[in-house]
């Protein structure tokens, strides 16, 4: 424990899912408990990374019962009673939650609502991106959004790119630390299971692989096009993790395209880890990107990307060293990129052990202390206030 920290309870509010902004506060969450930290999760079912729960880490569940009275169950007002409850039941210090809305705007008014009571709690908001680039535009959402990101006491973006975007898109006037997604290191440090490597790439062809939410953003169509092109040259896989709205469209293209045996769809699956190990290469060709934490999760695993330069993936993944990056829609650069590395034996070698170091750079070591930092300056801000 760092000398000048003493160990704090935090609440962490996040999605529960396997989304990028879920994976990283459930990780940064752990790795607090393992430090020594008290987190008490508050999400409305226990986040999919979480695991077992161990000493230090606590989870809330977060219940709206269904009132025929309303057309829309109000899961925002449910969420922050609960962040006051738990916050006077369990002495919370702080409150960090990942994501704008509604986590952010329902942490704002729980402070409000606890220092009616006379409690002081400072509330630190992770962004993560599509709160930003696509709700952000959105004038459902924006002056909900800028609200919550002007009142909040610490605001932390994903990437420099993301830091912009938010003063771009809110003209907030604030300050805004960048604090970059992270992996775990030993998470990556296996053996490939050779069996499922031979189960998707029996005759043992490159296997080629896109992890994502399968959301428009993501271009998937642009995933599977790639391939086509990687295919009319070479013999190959692609290997697509991960479910959603565009998945059932894909599988249908890539049967139409006469390509349907090569294209394996395993899902959604709890951990990227295993997929990645087997895989030689990995394409995230998003419209827009804040961070990529999979592109990140690929490197860690040794596995160069071809990405589109949008967004923050330029900070992640160094074109012609980890990968190759190219405008969004250029699938031609893409597919030749792709085909460079895979026909090129000695520039894949270089390109993975690239992509293994400049993971490096990202471990939660190196970033957890960043998050500490923060909540160090919050609580000199709270002793004082309650010293006055
Ligand atoms: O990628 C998604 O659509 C999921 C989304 C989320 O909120 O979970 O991911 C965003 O947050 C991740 C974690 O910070 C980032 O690595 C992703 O780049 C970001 N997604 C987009 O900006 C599209």
Same mark, same amino acid.
């Given at each position: 424990m760092n000398n000048q920290l003493r160990p704090m309870k935090i609440g962490f509010v996040c999605?529960?899912?396997?989304?990028g902004s879920g994976v990283v506060a459930t990780e940064l969450g752990k790795a607090l408990a393992e430090k020594g930290h008290e987190i008490h999760f508050i999400t409305? =079912?226990? +986040?999919?990374?979480?695991?077992s729960l161990k000493s230090n880490l606590f989870y809330h569940e977060v219940r709206v019962s269904d009132y025929?009275?309303?057309?829309?169950? +109000?899961y925002e007002l449910v969420l922050t009673s609960k962040m006051v409850e738990v916050t006077l039941a369990h002495d919370l210090d702080m409150l960090h939650v990942h994501y704008a809305i509604p986590h952010a705007s329902a942490a704002v008014m729980a402070r409000d609502i606890l220092e009616a009571k006379g409690v002081y709690i400072p509330v630190v908001t992770t962004l993560h991106g599509t709160d930003i680039t696509l709700l952000g535009r959105e004038p459902a959402f924006e002056p909900v959004i800028s609200h919550a990101i002007n009142r909040s006491d610490a605001v932390t973006a994903v990437s420099e790119s993301l830091r912009q975007d938010t003063i771009d898109l809110f003209g907030v006037n604030r300050d805004i630390d960048v604090v970059n997604n992270f992996i775990c290191t030993r998470h990556f440090q296996k053996e490939a299971d050779e069996n499922f490597r031979t189960s998707i790439a029996p005759d043992g062809e490159p296997i080629i692989t896109h992890i994502s939410?399968?959301? +428009?953003?993501?271009r998937v169509h642009d995933v599977l096009n790639i391939f086509i092109q990687i295919r009319k040259e070479m013999n190959a896989k692609l290997l697509l993790v991960g479910d959603g709205p565009e998945r059932s469209k894909i599988e249908k293209l890539a049967q139409e395209s006469g390509i349907g045996d090569d294209v394996i769809c395993i899902g959604k699956?709890?951990?990227p880890v295993e997929p990645l190990l087997i895989s030689d290469l990995f394409l995230l060709p998003s419209?827009?990107? =804040?961070?990529g934490l999979a592109a990140l999760e690929a490197l860690a695993a040794g596995v160069p990307v071809i990405a589109s330069? =949008?967004?923050g993936i330029p900070e992640v993944v160094e074109h012609g060293k980890s990968g190759f990056l190219a405008p969004v829609g250029d699938i031609s650069a893409m597919s030749l990129h792709a085909l460079q590395l895979l026909q090129n034996p000695a520039m894949m070698a270089d390109a993975k052990r690239l992509a293994i170091e400049q993971s490096g750079a990202y471990t939660i070591q190196k970033i957890l202390p960043q998050y500490e930092k923060i909540y160090m300056r919050l609580m000199q801000v709270r002793n004082n206030k309650a010293q006055k």
């Amino acid at each position: 424990m760092n000398n000048q920290l003493r160990p704090m309870k935090i609440g962490f509010v996040c999605y529960p899912t396997f989304g990028g902004s879920g994976v990283v506060a459930t990780e940064l969450g752990k790795a607090l408990a393992e430090k020594g930290h008290e987190i008490h999760f508050i999400t409305y =079912s226990a +986040p999919a990374r979480m695991g077992s729960l161990k000493s230090n880490l606590f989870y809330h569940e977060v219940r709206v019962s269904d009132y025929p009275l309303f057309d829309y169950q +109000p899961y925002e007002l449910v969420l922050t009673s609960k962040m006051v409850e738990v916050t006077l039941a369990h002495d919370l210090d702080m409150l960090h939650v990942h994501y704008a809305i509604p986590h952010a705007s329902a942490a704002v008014m729980a402070r409000d609502i606890l220092e009616a009571k006379g409690v002081y709690i400072p509330v630190v908001t992770t962004l993560h991106g599509t709160d930003i680039t696509l709700l952000g535009r959105e004038p459902a959402f924006e002056p909900v959004i800028s609200h919550a990101i002007n009142r909040s006491d610490a605001v932390t973006a994903v990437s420099e790119s993301l830091r912009q975007d938010t003063i771009d898109l809110f003209g907030v006037n604030r300050d805004i630390d960048v604090v970059n997604n992270f992996i775990c290191t030993r998470h990556f440090q296996k053996e490939a299971d050779e069996n499922f490597r031979t189960s998707i790439a029996p005759d043992g062809e490159p296997i080629i692989t896109h992890i994502s939410n399968f959301r +428009p953003v993501k271009r998937v169509h642009d995933v599977l096009n790639i391939f086509i092109q990687i295919r009319k040259e070479m013999n190959a896989k692609l290997l697509l993790v991960g479910d959603g709205p565009e998945r059932s469209k894909i599988e249908k293209l890539a049967q139409e395209s006469g390509i349907g045996d090569d294209v394996i769809c395993i899902g959604k699956i709890k951990n990227p880890v295993e997929p990645l190990l087997i895989s030689d290469l990995f394409l995230l060709p998003s419209e827009t990107e =804040s961070f990529g934490l999979a592109a990140l999760e690929a490197l860690a695993a040794g596995v160069p990307v071809i990405a589109s330069d =949008s967004g923050g993936i330029p900070e992640v993944v160094e074109h012609g060293k980890s990968g190759f990056l190219a405008p969004v829609g250029d699938i031609s650069a893409m597919s030749l990129h792709a085909l460079q590395l895979l026909q090129n034996p000695a520039m894949m070698a270089d390109a993975k052990r690239l992509a293994i170091e400049q993971s490096g750079a990202y471990t939660i070591q190196k970033i957890l202390p960043q998050y500490e930092k923060i909540y160090m300056r919050l609580m000199q801000v709270r002793n004082n206030k309650a010293q006055k």
